[in-house]
């Protein structure tokens, strides 16, 4: 369901989703992070739960999850310059399982001149609809958004430039 309550179609992964997040970030490709919707207003993707994650998603790994798309968007919205998280805040609401799917979303909630602030929430996949269940978790992350990109660094945006849906 989205956030008006109305029925949202949930897409499965895209193919070469896996390796699009080792290209993009390789630490959420190393917990099996697929990046499914890349661009500078919304961030989609899913992870299946695995032992590598725990047998119960750990609430670091949520958080993980949170920054990292935070950061790609508020990279892409700032026009590839650099950022930094700021600050991270993150609710648990429920706990996902080994073998669960959880769907992730992050949307900008303001995308000032020098910081931005990122809404990411986490959904458990409801398996019979393939659709979003109950939601587990939700964060917002601050980012300063007006850094200069070092000389050795100008190529940072090329992966989110090669997949982003400008």
Known sequence: ????????QQHPAVEGSGAKAAELDPPLHAIGFEVEELSPSRITGRLLVTPTCCQ???GGVSALVAE????????????????????LS???FRSASLGDTVLARAVPVH???STQV???????????TREKGPQIAESRVTLLCNLPLPEEHKNAGDALKKYSKL
């Open 118 to 128: 990122w809404e990411v929430k986490l959904w458990k996949m409801d398996p019979s």
């Open 68 to 87: 990292s798309l935070a950061s790609m968007g508020a990279h892409m919205a700032s026009g590839y310059r650099r950022v930094a998280g700021v600050q």
């Open 1 to 8: 369901m989205g956030d008006d309550g109305t029925r949202q």
């Open 90 to 92: 993150i609710n648990h």
């Open 111 to 113: 995308l000032g001149r």
């Open 56 to 58: 119960v998603l750990h």
